[in-house]
């Protein structure tokens, strides 16, 4: 059974900062990996999918990669602002229409 | 339309009550998903439909019922609720098996 955890759990940082949040996972034969954001009481926003045969993903401030055989996955945000506050939830998906989350990292910038 | 709609946003109902969460996407998807999230845990699947057909229900209690009209179309029936139930129910959608999940705004249901 597919297993994913994120570290660190929460994290607050000044206004400014690189972070790197970490995702990993115990079965390798993964379709894809994808990471959402998540603001309190809403949905999951997308934030970057990873395909299989790929690394890594960029969009905008933000980078993904991937490291399959490893069962590992970092999302990098540059120049982290106040905006990007919010829980970042990693996501695997194997066969049979199953996404497996990881526990989530509660990120806080401070202005 | 690249959405996936949920409505209501918020419900609130008593435990003898009947409702039904709607969740609408127009994106060509062909499997559409149903997810619980409690405060500060990551979702946790429900029910899966693919093309329509009931694919996955993960031990679901039976006060839940889902349904699929067409391949637009989810709902989630609810009966008899506990208290414990009261969550955030989040629907998605996604087109093929290499293709990444579109989630729902999501509703909030308190039962009383």
């Known amino acids: 059974k597919q297993e994913v955890t994120q570290i660190p759990a929460a994290l607050s940082v000044p206004e400014g900062e690189n972070l790197v949040l970490n995702c990993s996972f115990t079965?390798?034969?993964?379709?894809?990996l994808q990471w959402f954001r998540q603001d309190p009481g809403k949905g999951l926003t997308s934030l970057l999918l990873?395909?299989?045969?790929?690394r890594e993903q960029t969009s905008g401030r933000l980078n993904a990669s991937l490291d399959k055989s490893s069962g590992r996955s970092t999302l990098y945000i540059a120049a982290s602002q106040p905006g990007d506050s919010a829980t970042y939830l990693c996501?695997?998906?194997?066969?049979?229409?199953?996404?497996?989350f990881g526990g989530g990292t509660r990120l806080m910038v401070k202005p | 339309d690249t959405e996936v709609t949920q409505t209501p946003k918020h419900l609130v109902m008593g435990m003898t009550n009947k409702k039904s969460l709607k969740c609408e996407q127009h994106?060509?998807?062909?499997?559409m998903y149903w997810y619980k999230q409690k405060a500060k845990k990551p979702p946790e699947l429900m029910f899966v439909y693919s093309y329509e057909k009931l694919s996955i229900n993960e031990s679901v209690p039976s006060r839940f019922s889902p349904e699929c009209p067409n391949s637009s179309l989810l709902n989630l029936h609810l009966h008899a609720l506990q208290p414990e139930d009261s969550a955030l129910y989040l629907c998605?959608?996604?087109?093929?098996?290499?293709?990444?999940?579109?989630f729902g705004s999501g509703t909030r249901l308190t039962v009383v």
């Open positions: 994106m060509g998807h062909r499997a």
């Open positions: 998605a959608s996604s087109l093929g098996q290499t293709d990444g999940y579109t």
């Open positions: 079965d390798s034969a993964i379709y894809n």
């Open positions: 996501a695997v998906r194997n066969a049979g229409n199953m996404l497996t």
């Open positions: 990873i395909q299989s045969s790929q």
